[in-house]
């Protein structure tokens, strides 16, 4: 049984930072790709981040690009979402969530339909 947790939600200030952690289990998760989503009360969820299997390879929503940063220890069976620079609009409840295929994706890393396994959330709350 694959289990994803998340961690590291907080009330902060804009401009200030938060990690966000997400503890996988249930099996080998250097095998899988991993994406960051959120969703905000009365919206959909949407793509935050993605990274491959392999760690090589990082994707990102224009929204964040060059405040996010996703990776992943593979040795701690963890995907982490450093957020910098936070924003009046970013909060929100994040997820993380992995996919039942190993080496790759069903389809698009930036859509749920991708992913069949999420946590349950960590809540991000931002004042201005």
């Known amino acids: 049984q694959v289990q994803l947790v998340e961690s590291g939600g907080g009330l902060v200030q804009a401009g200030d930072s938060l990690r966000l952690s997400c503890a996988a289990s249930g099996r080998t998760f250097s095998n899988y790709a991993m994406g960051w989503f959120r969703q905000a009360p009365g919206k959909e969820r949407e793509f935050v981040a993605a990274?491959?299997?392999?760690?090589?390879?990082?994707y990102y929503a224009d929204s964040v690009k060059g405040r996010f940063t996703i990776s992943r220890d593979n040795a701690k069976n963890t995907v982490y979402l450093q957020m910098n620079s936070l924003k009046p609009e970013d909060p929100a409840n994040y997820y993380c969530a992995a996919p039942d295929l190993p080496f790759g994706l069903r389809t698009s890393a930036f859509t749920t339909g991708a992913y069949r396994y999420w946590g349950q959330g960590t809540q991000v709350t931002v004042s201005s």
């Open positions: 990274i491959t299997w392999s760690g090589r390879s990082t």
